[in-house]
């Protein structure tokens, strides 16, 4: 009932930055605390961006601090992810998280950064 849809992702060389979208049917967005997570090849899923239910807070892995900034539009259920500087490294399937009493998963979205 509460579905997550991601979007943005691309194919994009080393340097150059994504905008990544995660608009939330269903539910109440306001109640959600709203996470990134990426799955890079042959990797397991790890956590990259959080922010909380009022928007106060922020949590970012250590690896993307400075790069990316996370945000969220209760107006239109919308999270972002908006990553600078994109690395190789960076390549992976994003995915979006609502976090309720229950975590929400999106389809995922894939990123390629080449150099």
């Known amino acids: 009932q509460v579905l997550p849809v991601e979007s943005g992702g691309g194919a994009v060389q080393a340097g150059e930055s994504l905008r990544l979208s995660c608009v939330v049917s269903?539910?109440?967005?306001?109640?959600?605390?709203m996470g990134w997570y990426r799955q890079p090849p042959g990797e397991t899923r790890e956590f990259v961006a959080g922010i909380s239910q009022n928007g106060e807070n922020t949590y970012y892995v250590d690896s993307v601090k400075g790069r990316f900034t996370i945000s969220r539009d209760d107006a239109k259920n919308t999270a972002y992810l908006q990553m600078n500087d994109l690395k190789p490294e960076d390549t992976a399937v994003y995915y979006c998280?609502?976090?309720?009493?229950?975590?929400?998963w999106g389809q995922g979205t894939q990123v390629t950064v080449s150099s």
């Open positions: 269903g539910g109440t967005f306001s109640n959600f605390r």
């Open positions: 998280n609502a976090a309720g009493t229950v975590d929400h």
